[in-house]
C-alpha cells in the first residue's frame, strides 16, 4: 500500500514557503532543491518543515488545498509550529 503526502517547504533564500502532495516525499524534495519544479527553482536549498501521511492521493490533494485556500503564512507556520 502506497502512501501521499501533503508537505511544506521553506526556503530561507527567498523566506518563503511552499506547500505540495506526492508520494513519494524524498524524492520530490530533491525534484525541488535540483530546480525541476517552475515555482520552487529559484528558492534553493528547500527544507522540509511539515509533512502529513495519507492512504489516497485524493485525500492529500483535498489536504493541500484546504492550506493553500487558507492562504496564511501564520497558519503555516501554526502547523509547523504545532509538531514542537
Known amino acids: 500500500m502506497e502512501d501521499f503526502y501533503v508537505y511544506i517547504i521553506y526556503s530561507e533564500t527567498r523566506d518563503r514557503y511552499y506547500v505540495g502532495s506526492c508520494d ?3 524524492n520530490r ?18 527544507v522540509l518543515k511539515y509533512s502529513e501521511v495519507y492512504d489516497t492521493r485524493s485525500e ?3 489536504r493541500e ?3 493553500k485556500r487558507k492562504k496564511s503564512r501564520n497558519y503555516i507556520e501554526y502547523l509547523i509550529n504545532s509538531l514542537d
Open 24 to 26: 513519494n516525499l524524498t
Open 65 to 67: 488545498a484546504e492550506i
Open 29 to 46: 524534495l530533491v525534484d525541488h532543491n535540483a530546480g525541476r519544479s517552475t515555482y520552487t527553482k529559484r528558492g534553493k536549498p528547500w
Open 60 to 62: 492529500a490533494r483535498r
